[in-house]
């Protein structure tokens, strides 16, 4: 079932759609990790870790048990198995994808990328470890290169198709909506899919991606989140339709002329590069905040939360739509801006523990929340979303004042985080639930991916409970 089959049905594409595919097909089958920019394979390997640790700090929260629950009951595995992340029961891998793209977004630390608007790496990830581990489960041996290759086809198709999407449809679109696109990239190569296979698969995820009206869950924050599950099983459906002969009709966001430009420097310029990361799992809207306040709380010891009278926030329209001062459960925290805000300057960290479970009730958190007021700022909503930029004011009981400039989020990547940084973030993230000792490991595993002769050390450390 992994190997290619027949196809049927043929594609009548003009020259117009040819422009894109000509390029596209010999980059998804002819990438080699080697000959990616230094900067950016060190970007890949970076976020595939970053990825890791987001499921490791979020494999025993209710959206997570509630998915995993589902696709044991509705994806059993058959001829094709694949074990759930950091579990280790197996399941169809339409299930391992549905799992692994839900509980990446059920912690809202994974990064993101400017001009998609979105994220590639939460559906991504998941959806190729599924695949190879089905892959492996039939006796194919992959190298960590070649997954690291493929993740990287994967995350730049789907960043590209991203970019399409937000270019020619009205209405912002989550994350699931394009980086199925992604996938059938990333995946095609791993299943040596053959250009007319591929360009339906291409056709089937983009017809069947979910819809995903993005700005409804800002408003309504829910499980749903950015519908990375939804992606993630999307594009692993459309490779498997594709290799059972089901024909597709041509992906707009791929081959139309007018999306030219977003593919025309295909294997020339990275749209990974352009990609941030979070310190903090919450939405992306609230970094700036807290970038801020952290640099506040570094350089005015005397602010602590009892001595705090106001919080005064100026930032974007977007930004001011998140408000969530007293959120009634995770979802909400993690796509509000006060009660993360609260949790930094009463608690000095905004980490798993701060946005999930108990804390979301926890008077300390909720006493500040009370105190924080959010306001847009016309000119910060001028400039977003080309630039994501907060400014916060804090007034003590004592008459003191403390203003931050106007401030864009760490990681961006002006203002990068270094490595050090991310291997504190994803301690801090996987210590919520996995001992040290399996942290050294997991990191080991990525460190060691690209010289390894099999990916099968990253699968087990990541894949097994």
Known sequence: MMGTGAQSGTFFITDLYRIVIMSLYPFVKGLTFAEVPEHTRYLVSTALLDILGVAAGAQKNNTTECIKNYALAHYLPSRLSSRLLF??????????AWVGGFTIDSLDAHEGHFTSKGHAGATVVPALLALVDACRDQGRTISGAEFLAA?????????????????????????GAFSGIGVVCGGARLLGLDEEQFLHALGIAEYFGPRCPMMRLVDFPSMLRDAHGAGAYAGLNALLMA??????????????????????????????????????????WAQPALTAATALLAAHPEINSDAIEQVRVETFHESVRLQGHFPANADEAQYGLAFPLAALLSRGQVG???????????????????????????GLSARFPREILSRVSIRLKDGKHFASPI????????????????????????????????????????DQLEQAGDCGALLDQVLNP
């Open 87 to 96: 579990d280790g029961r197996p399941a169809h891998p339409l299930g391992s």
């Open 407 to 446: 401030t864009a989020a760490k990681g961006d990547p002006d203002t990068a985080m270094t490595q050090a940084e991310f291997r504190a973030k994803f301690v801090q993230l996987a210590s919520v639930n996995f001992s040290q000792e399996r942290i050294e490991s997991i990191i080991s595993a990525v």
């Open 151 to 175: 993740l990287t086809v994967a995350y730049e198709t789907g960043l590209r198709a991203g970019v399409a999407l937000m270019d020619t449809a009205a209405e912002y679109h989550a994350s």
């Open 352 to 378: 798993p523990n701060e946005v999930t479970g108990d804390a979301i009730h926890a008077e300390d958190i909720l006493a500040v929340s009370r105190r924080i007021d959010i306001v847009e700022a016309e």
């Open 243 to 284: 290799q059972a002969g089901i024909t597709g009709a041509p992906a707009e966001t791929v081959e139309m002329e007018r999306v030219r430009h977003c593919w025309q420097d295909l294997g020339s310029h990275w749209e990974i590069d352009a990609q941030y990361f979070k310190p903090w799992p919450v939405c992306r």
